[in-house]
């Protein structure tokens, strides 16, 4: 399993990137990232908080030889403010990437776009249905790929938040 920052070859943005790849044979889960609004000082991310104002954009490259990756990006909200977030009350919205095309990709997602997840399927949040981005209390990453289909691998960078329109690189 790889889960490391690196510069083996050109970034997506700057100089370094962060390599997420293994094999997992008994699961989907290769690896998971969390980024918690407490580690910049704060229960939630300073975020517009109109989810139509807001832009999560990231950079992801895939290898040729790669045909079975699978990247989830989690946002899961504070709605009731308490300083955590509580799977059954409250939102979680998910994007999810598959059949990426080869080498970099800017992908950019409006924040009121974002759906509730599972397994892949949208569904109806748990907690008040409405996109909050001044309410968000962590972003997961989750590296994920089919146990039977072998190793994969994503380089990921630049995660960023844009107000009013997507990243221009």
Known sequence: MTFTITGDRPAGQGNSYYDMGGLVDWDYLIGLID???????????????????????VFLYNDPTIMNEIVLFQFREDDNGDGSFTESSEDLYAVEFTDLEAGWQHISVKYSDLNNLINGQPAVPNGNGV??????????VLMLADPATGYSQVLMDY???????PLRP
Request: proline share 10%; hydrophobic share 30%; glycine share 4%.
């Open 35 to 57: 980024f918690p609004a407490e580690a910049y000082g704060s229960p939630t991310f300073d975020l517009n908080p109109n989810g139509d104002q807001l832009y999560f954009n």
């Open 131 to 140: 996109h909050n981005p001044d309410k968000l209390h962590q972003i997961s």
């Open 159 to 165: 995660l960023i938040f844009t107000e009013n329109e």
